[in-house]
């Protein structure tokens, strides 16, 4: 399927307003929600708030530490980060990836539960440190730490709560794109660093792991 990743939010409700979308394009009795659904309820909303989403559904404890949630996650931004890498418009997604589904009551409670701490980043959120987010080559940059931070989510799904440090620099780069903030940028790197601490923290024990399965 693809969808289209247009424009940008404004700073103002970039939260807020993408937690919205959501709500809106998921209207329904259907007691599961799809990735595909997911992804076409934010319409054009852009590569930025793709991220922060798929990103914050790992982060979020409600949602992330359902099984296969966080693989999948990392899959999905894999996937999203590959193709703005290479300059790919619309975001394509696999068939049995746009399938994967949870129960519509667990992701609707991991939205209301996210959307205070929205409405406070919303206030934090203003255009500022452009030269970290406002060129083409700066979110392409983004978008290969987001595509590598995904990928190493994925041996760190073994560790009980691995996957943490990447989830939350996913969801911040994200908003920095969608709210061409350079700070969050910052944060995003700075989550960078403490992945990979982590995963050479646990190298060993990851190594042990891999060799168990």
């Given at each position: 399927?693809?969808?289209?990743?247009?424009?940008?939010?404004?700073?103002?409700?970039?939260?807020?307003g993408v937690l919205d979308d959501v709500q809106d394009g998921?209207?329904?009795?259907?007691?599961r929600i799809s990735v595909g659904e997911i992804v076409a309820s934010l319409n054009d909303r852009g590569f930025g708030a793709l991220c922060a989403v798929i990103g914050?559904?790992?982060?979020?404890?409600?949602?992330?530490?359902?099984?296969?949630?966080?693989i999948g996650s990392a899959i999905i931004v894999l996937l999203i980060a590959g193709q703005h890498v290479i300059g790919r418009r619309s975001v394509w997604i696999p068939k049995f990836v746009a399938n994967f589904s949870i129960e519509r009551a667990t992701?609707?409670?991991?939205?209301?539960?996210?959307?205070?701490?929205?409405?406070?980043?919303?206030?934090?959120?203003?255009p500022r440190l452009l030269w970290f987010v406002g060129g083409d080559t700066e979110r392409r940059l983004i978008a290969a730490a987001i595509g590598v931070l995904a990928l190493v989510m994925l041996p760190l799904a073994l560790?009980?709560?691995?996957?943490?440090?990447?989830?939350?620099?996913?969801?911040?780069?994200?908003?920095?794109?969608?709210g061409r903030d350079g700070l969050f940028a910052?944060?995003?790197?700075?989550?960078?660093?403490?992945?990979?601490?982590?995963?050479?923290?646990f190298s060993g024990v990851i190594a042990s792991l891999l060799q168990g399965l």
């Open positions: 399927m693809a969808q289209a990743v247009g424009g940008q939010a404004e700073h103002k409700d970039v939260l807020v998921l209207n329904g009795k259907s007691k914050a559904l790992a982060a979020m404890p409600v949602i992330g530490a359902l099984p296969g949630v966080s992701f609707e409670k991991g939205l209301e539960s996210v959307r205070p701490y929205a409405k406070w980043l919303d206030g934090a959120i203003r560790i009980p709560w691995g996957v943490l440090p990447p989830a939350l620099a996913i969801p911040a780069f994200g908003i920095a794109i969608t910052l944060i995003g790197y700075a989550f960078v660093a403490a992945t990979a601490y982590m995963l050479y923290a």
